[in-house]
């Protein structure tokens, strides 16, 4: 199954934000929001998503 | 790790589990993931309901590696097709990302990418029970 325009759109934008943010690889940020996401059952909003990669990676906030 | 340049292509070995530990796939793989965490554990607010184990396998150029790169995968499916079986049959799931950049200085109409998998290449991704996964990324400018 593939992710349509507005799924990705809304991915690209929050992982760019968390990105810039930590200073983080985007791949690595969109492969973590993939996996949070995906343990969470649902898409993580911004909030979420830059608590959970920024633990994962060890950066702080 | 780092975003991929023009031209460049990554291949990431994705391993989900109910209960696996992760160091025992890092292991029995002999790789090291660049991110790994056992069903519980607690990352932010975010508790992980099974165990997660995410690799970079290879990465390189689609002129020189890739396709040593995809009978790299192969091998490693073969070497280790025991623990794979297993780790299925046990309701785990293994993914194979194929991850490729895209020249976005382009004009409307152009093909942004072509990828050309053999049957003999997904054949054995088949009859390993593997998923597979294509991303498409923007090169960072050089």
Same mark, same amino acid.
């Not at chain 2, 997904?122 to 390993?128: A, F, I, M, P, T």
């Given at each position: 199954m593939?992710?349509?325009t507005d799924a990705l759109r809304r991915e690209n934008k929050v992982a760019g934000d968390i990105a810039?943010?930590?200073g983080a690889d985007k791949n690595a940020v969109h492969e973590l929001l993939q996996?949070?996401?995906q343990m969470e059952g649902r898409a993580l909003t911004y909030r979420e998503g830059l608590e959970y990669v920024a633990k994962a990676l060890g950066k702080l906030l | 790790m780092r975003h991929m340049t023009t031209d460049e292509f990554k291949i990431d070995l994705n391993l989900h589990h109910p209960s696996c530990d992760p160091e025992t796939i890092t292991a029995a793989l002999a790789l090291k993931p660049w991110f790994a965490k056992e069903n519980g554990d607690?990352?932010?607010?975010?508790t992980h309901k099974k165990t997660a184990w995410l690799c970079q396998f290879r990465r390189g150029t689609f002129? !020189?590696?890739?396709a040593t790169a995809l009978e790299d995968v192969v091998t490693l499916l073969s070497d280790y097709e025991?623990?794979?079986a297993e780790f299925i049959e046990q309701g785990g799931e293994?993914?194979?990302?194929?991850n490729s950049t895209v020249d976005t200085a382009v004009e409307e109409g152009d093909k942004l990418l072509e990828l050309s998998l053999h049957p003999w290449f997904?054949?054995?991704?088949? !009859?390993?029970g593997i998923n597979l996964r294509v991303q498409a990324w923007s090169a960072e400018s050089e």
């Open positions: 593939g992710k349509g810039k943010k930590l996996e949070g996401s | 607690k990352v932010g607010n975010v002129d !020189e590696g890739f025991a623990f794979f293994v993914e194979l990302v194929l997904l054949k054995q991704l088949g !009859e390993h």
